[in-house]
Every structure is written in C-alpha cells, then in structure tokens.
C-alpha cells in the first residue's frame, strides 16, 4: 500500500527541485484551457507513478476503461519502485517533458506546488470538470498549496492504531477503543504486560512517530506546522517525550532497542507483528499488510484522545503538469479514475480507501476479505468525527519527520534529557522547514 511506498522519498529531491525551478516555470507558459474534452481529436497523454507490479497492472486496465469510453484518448505509461520516482520525475520536469499526470504524495506535493510545477485544478472544480462533492471537504482540501489546488486525493487513509485482538481475548484485557485517552492507553498497555508475564508489552512507543505527535498536538489546539515553521513548542515536546518515557519506565511500552526496530517504518518489523507489543501506530489501511504478516487477530481503533484531531489525509494524488498542453483532457481523466465505481473496485485500497464515498461504499459492499472490511469500516465510521485538515506539510516534512525519529531515539535510548531532545530538534527541523 501507500506506506511502502511513500516511506523512500529520496532527500535530494528539494536540491533538484531548486535547480529546475527556474526552467520550469519559463515552460510553465498561463493558465487556461488549450485543448477541449469535448474534441475528439486523437489525443495521448503520458501518465507517470510509482508502485509495485499489482498497482501497476491495476492502472493500466484502469485508464483501459477510460480509452473504451474515449477511443480517441490513448496513454503513455511510465511507472517504477518508489526509488528514484522524485529524482527521474524533476529531470523530466526540468527538461520541459513533465508528465501530463503524475502521482505524488504529501511528502512532496508542496515541493512541486510551491514551483510551480503543478496545474492549479480550483478552476475545473470551481466549473464542474473536476468533482469532488462526494468527497470529505477535509480530504480535498488537503490537496490545496498555498490556496491552490495542487493535487486530487486518490484515496483516504487516516492514523490507525492497529492491535492484538486475540491477545487481549487471551489475557482477558478488554480491547483499546477510540477515544481512549493517551494515559488510559499506558494504563492498557501495563494490564498488557502485567498479565502476560512480561512476554508482551502493552504498546509500542510513538513518541519518535510524527503522527501520534501531530494528533497529541491538535487535541490542544495545536498543528505540528504553523507556516513555514514548527508548531509545538519547546515545553511541548518535553511533555511529549516524558509522556513516553513514563510508559517505559512503567513497562507498558519496551525499551529502546525494541522500540528502534519499528520506528523505520518497515511494515515486517512492527511490534504487533513481531509480538514485541500490543499495539502499533499505522496508517489505518496498514491493517491489510500486517494481518497478513501476523499470526492473531488484529483489530484498529484511532489514534489516543478526542478523534476530532485525526482528519482525511489523502493517501496519494493525481496532479496534472502546468506546462501540459493537455490539460483539460488531462483533468477529465483524473476526474473519471477518483470517481468512477469500476476504477474503484479495481483498485480496492491500494491507493487508499476511495476519496468519492459512494464509490467507497460499493468497494466496501463487494468486498469478500474479512481485514479490507474492518479498514473500509473504520475510515467510514470515523469520518463523521474528523476534524478539520491542516494544510499539506511544508518543504522539509520529510527531512523534519526523519529528525524527529533521530531525537526522540536519542531520548529512549537515554543520550538526551527530553529538554535537549527538544531544543536539538526544533532548531534542526525548523531549519530543514526554512531551507
């Protein structure tokens, strides 16, 4: 799913975005229609992203559909493994060949919003050529770069604390629940450790997670980002780190080195696969991959405390070259792969639980495997309590979530005082933001 592949964006790509800039924008040439959907003109418009082979074969029969309603619109596909997608799609950017649509994710969209690279799609909204009232007005305007509309979410996802259900049947634990608060959850995961013997601690530490921190953060009317700057502040992040670092002391969460093996993100090694903990702090949709790589029954809930601080975070978007001179063809396709119910059920969840909720509900309703309900029927139940999105990150998201990690790190394996950790981490990150 998305996780894998939005967990290797390379860190070059903001150097490579600063030297194309400039010859991006002079081919950029203005906005505004250049070629009708209404024509039927032989069109072919190139189409660019990255996945696995299942993904891949998945787009193809995809854009398929939209060549037997439109004969005339053929496509030039180009796809490859996460690895390198940023670099190869800035030199065709620079070299005036950008994709007519391309895929890409909140990591990068304000990279290639910010410089122009990337069609403005409020006036086909605006019009009705592209519709997005099926859409959660959250999980749309995540896709806006400085008032713009930058990129079509594919799919919804959402934070997802993913569990040990047949664990807490066992040892006679009742199950986490959404709207738990953070320290009702450390309480849980020492029932967790206490009755297991001290075999299975009760939930893994998501103080080096930038999502736990970012809902831990909105629950006090906070964001993680304020601009072009970190929103907590300093006495935040004490509170924040010694919050977790209570939990180890109390056993509920494990130590540093058990900790570290799930905080790069590799879905093999998370704590309710490996049985090292109870709990594991995911994307939602992540519950497909890691039931299958666990031997018990797994469950989700939200992340800790009042749910209204998660949001509907796009998994991935389709944005649209501003230098196409395809553009409307372009934006009708986009339009026709979010909203069309065949496109959806060929895709289920692979990029994300459908952005249109009727298209989600027939998906949801054709769906025969027990662990794609349960994730259809979270995001779809939690979706009335989502609270408003923040905007997409800033440049440097990616560099100041890796910094995140690296000082929270230096905390649990007890280099830093949470004040150092702190101090060290919102002069680098914001530095990373400011670059």
Known sequence: MHRAATSHVTTRRSLLL??????????????????????????ELSVFWWGAEARAKATEEALKLYTAKYPFVTFKTTWQGNQGYYDKLATMAAGGNAPDIFQIDDGALSEYGERGVTLDLTPYKANGKLDVSKFPESLWKYGEVDGKLAGVPTGENTPGMIYNKQLCADLGVPEPTTGMSWDALISWGEQIYTKSGGKVFGTMDPSADYKALWMWLRQQGKELYKGKAIGASKEDLVAWFKLWQGARDRKAAPSADIIHEANGGDVTKQLVVTGKAATSFLWANQITEVQKLSKQALGVVAYPGNPSAQWARAALYFSIARSSTKRDRAVDVVNFLVNSPEVGKLWGADRGLSANLDVRKAVADGLTDATQKTAFAFETDLAP????????????????RALLITHAESVQYGKATPEAAAEAYLKEANAAIAS
């Open 18 to 43: 600063a030297a194309l800039a400039a010859p991006v924008l002079a081919a950029c040439g203005t906005e505004g229609s250049q070629a009708e959907p209404e024509s039927t003109a032989p069109v």
């Open 385 to 400: 309590k989502f609270g408003q999105a923040p905007p997409v990150p800033p440049k440097g998201h990616v560099k100041a």
